[in-house]
C-alpha cells in the first residue's frame, strides 16, 4: 500500500481549482461515490482502478492528461486491499 506524496506531484485539489470543478461533478461523470473523490484528495486510500476513473474523467473534461504518477497525497494498492480498508475504516 504505496503513498503517493504530495512533493513534486500536483495534487486534486489544485487540478479542480484550476478548472473550476467540484467534487460532484467529478464523482457524477466518473460514475464514482463522491467519497471517492474526497479520498483521492484527502490522503484517502483508493484501488488503482479508481485512481485511474478519476483521473481519465479529468483528463476527459479538462483536455490535459493526469495520470497516477503526476498526483500526489494518497494511497494506493490493488482492488482488494483497497476494499478491506475502506472495509475496516470507512
Not at 8 to 29: D, Y
Not at 71 to 76: D, E, L, P, S, V
Amino acid at each position: 500500500m504505496p503513498y503517493i506524496p504530495e512533493e513534486n506531484h500536483c495534487t486534486l485539489q489544485q487540478i479542480r481549482e484550476k478548472h473550476g470543478l467540484s467534487m460532484e461533478v467529478i464523482a457524477a461523470i466518473a460514475n464514482v461515490h463522491i467519497s471517492k473523490v474526497w479520498l483521492l484528495e484527502n490522503s484517502g486510500y483508493l484501488s488503482e482502478q479508481d485512481v485511474d476513473k478519476i483521473l481519465t474523467t479529468l483528463s476527459h473534461i479538462t483536455g490535459e492528461v493526469y495520470i497516477r504518477n503526476m498526483i500526489g497525497g494518497y494511497w494506493t494498492g490493488k482492488a482488494k486491499e483497497a476494499f478491506l480498508v475502506e472495509f475496516h475504516y470507512g
